[in-house]
């Protein structure tokens, strides 16, 4: 099993910066992929950033630039948000995906991003 924690998110005005992160615990490979996703009120999960363990790196379009994911040796991801806008308003859950094509997937519990004045 593997455990992930998440931390880091808040109330912040519009253009304002956070930075997500979630710590990985368990039984991990050393192949996987690490990433975020958010979802908004009345709308599905989406991707915003994956990495994975040799350091492949993603976003979708509508974070490019402004957010940059990241992560350490000890399995933890990092998710530096700037230029916030309030449609990033979401709940943001931290992923690790491993196993045959990445089929086993861990969630963490979700934090809360507001961006509003």
């Known amino acids: 099993q593997v455990q992930l924690v998440e931390s880091g998110g808040g109330l912040v005005q519009p253009g304002g910066s956070l930075k997500l992160s979630c710590a990985a615990s368990?039984?991990?490979?050393?192949?996987?992929?690490m990433a975020w996703y958010r979802q908004a009120p009345g709308n599905e999960r989406e991707l915003v950033a994956r990495i994975s363990s040799v350091g492949s790196i993603n976003y979708v379009d509508s974070v490019k630039g402004r957010f940059t994911i990241s992560r350490d040796t000890k399995n933890t991801v990092y998710l530096q948000m700037n230029s916030l806008k309030p449609e990033d308003t979401a709940v943001y859950y931290c992923?690790?995906?491993?196993?045959?094509?990445?089929?086993?997937?861990?969630w963490g519990q979700g934090t809360q991003v507001t961006v509003s004045s």
């Open positions: 992923n690790l995906a491993q196993g045959f094509r990445y089929s086993t997937n861990y």
């Open positions: 368990g039984s991990i490979s050393n192949i996987n992929v």
